[in-house]
């Protein structure tokens, strides 16, 4: 039997009863802090009815649409502009199931399966910059770069995802141009961190929209004109803190928003010992 206590914040507790002897005559009660427990079947239910939402809504279009196409003829353009919408959807549904796989196998491994090596960040930082390059984009990030060695004990491939999402970000919401920059921060406390700093001149965010960002499936823009899961901010907060940083998030509206991945600096005390490797370039 499950009740809650109340209190600030409430908390909720399971009863279970045992008998103890042979006669039965003794009756024991347990008592057991179940609040934690409670919470996390609270969010997976709610997780899992917002994901069969969102993928629900590119299904309807797509079964729509071919539907249509199978039932009657149409003319060229007109079919020309059905067959990209059912395109754009499948496209949308595929991006969001990639997201939600990597997102679950993140949280369901803890980081075990990370390959742990140490890194150069200036090299992380260039190849996350190159991979990103839109063709026929004249934007190009503005890079700020200490010129001495800066290591980082981490998965690249996972760093590169992290860092990839934040840039990919700060292009899609600055659709009328405006600066991108990405400045290497460090600072020497407990042991030194390295800081990935993305900034950006684009749309922004409100306070509320803020305390909302790193929630699963939240889009700062509900209009749907720019392409989104509203899962990356999620997959970046668990890449990063599973390597034992932080993300710190600040936005005004109008104005652009400013995004740091903190990540302890190889050797500090907050760091995993790599694999015995060469150490990137």
Known sequence: MNFTLRGTPPRIAQVMSR???TDNATEVLYFRDITRE?????MKSEFLSTAAHELRTPMASIMGFSELLLAR??????????????????????????ELLDLARIEARRGKDFDLRTH??????????????????????????PSGPIQVVVDQAKIQQAL???????????PDGGAIRLEVLTEEQEGGWVGLMVSDEGIGMTPEQLRHAFERFFRADTSGSIPGTGLGLSVVKEIIELHGGRVDLRSAYGKGTQITLWLPMAGSAHTTDPTPETVSH
């Open 19 to 21: 008998h103890c002897g």
């Open 38 to 42: 409670a919470e996390l079947d609270r």
């Open 73 to 98: 003829e149409y003319e060229t353009d007109k079919r020309r502009d059905m067959l990209e919408r059912i395109n754009r959807q499948s496209k949308r549904l595929t991006n969001l199931l990639n």
């Open 120 to 145: 150069q960040v200036s090299a992380l930082v260039s190849e996350a910059i190159g991979a990103l390059m839109v063709p026929g984009d004249g934007r190009a990030v503005d890079q700020c770069i």
């Open 164 to 174: 990839t999402n934040v840039l990919s970000n700060a292009y899609k919401y600055s």
